[in-house]
């Protein structure tokens, strides 16, 4: 079965800094590849999708993510981190012949001011 | 407002009780899924479906049961709670083909063991 391992459950940055949240996949073939976002006591919302059309693949709200099959990586990136992105993400993979979507463990994005 | 709609929002419930729990979406999607969230374990899927009257198994599948019986309606059942059933349950649906995994979630329903 495909899977997601996402590396750091907890990261911080400053206001303005760079956002890196980690994402490692397992798949044999090139998967279907996510990002969602869990603003507190809410449910998730799609950030991006990868379906192979393009490496680099852009969301909302300025973040963006590179798959890159060398490394089996598609980390989520955002150039400035604003107070309004600290939220948990979570990297997702669909499997089980496209039926199922299985979530990583989450990274909890913590914005200092 | 087109969406996800869970209920109840939260609960608290005695261990051996029969808990069902509803969830209703607006958006005509074939793919219904039903989560659980966890501290330091993500969403794991319970059950899911990829249309009406079929149903299927995910990671965590034992101590629930679901039903398909229409488009809308997706309600997952704990026949006798226990207190591992303590958790954040989070219903979802989707299209399949081009947009699979593209999904539309409610906002949880939290759910107590004692």
């Known amino acids: 079965a495909q899977s997601v391992t996402q590396l750091g459950s907890h990261v911080s940055v400053s206001e303005g800094a760079l956002v890196l949240l980690r994402c490692n996949y397992s798949?044999?073939?090139?998967?279907?590849l996510f990002w969602y976002v869990q603003y507190p006591n809410q449910g998730l919302q799609l950030l991006l999708k990868?379906?192979?059309?393009?490496?680099l693949v852009k969301g909302i709200n300025g973040f963006e993510a590179e798959f890159k099959k060398s490394e089996t990586s598609f980390h989520l990136t955002k150039p400035s981190a604003h107070m309004s992105d600290a939220a948990e993400y979570f990297c997702?993979?669909?499997?089980?012949?496209?039926?199922?979507?299985?979530f990583g463990t989450g990274t909890k994005l913590q914005v200092i001011p | 407002i087109a969406g996800i709609t869970q209920a109840p929002t939260s609960q608290i419930l005695a261990a051996g009780r029969r808990m069902t729990l509803r969830c209703t979406q607006d958006?005509?999607?074939?793919?219904m899924y039903w989560y659980r969230q966890d501290l330091g374990l993500g969403l794991r899927l319970i059950h899911y479906?990829?249309?009406?009257?079929?149903?299927g198994k995910g990671e965590v599948p034992d101590g629930y049961s679901v039903s398909r019986a229409n488009t809308d309606d997706f309600p997952l059942t704990l026949a006798s709670a226990v207190p591992s059933q303590t958790s954040v349950y989070f219903c979802?649906?989707?299209?399949?083909?081009?947009?699979?995994?593209?999904?539309?979630f409610g906002e949880g329903s939290r759910l107590t063991v004692l």
């Open positions: 958006m005509r999607h074939n793919a």
């Open positions: 979802a649906s989707g299209k399949q083909g081009a947009q699979a995994g593209e999904l539309f």
């Open positions: 997702a993979v669909i499997s089980g012949g496209y039926q199922k979507v299985t």
């Open positions: 479906s990829n249309t009406a009257g079929t149903t």
């Open positions: 798949s044999s073939v090139p998967p279907y």
């Open positions: 990868y379906t192979s059309a393009a490496t």
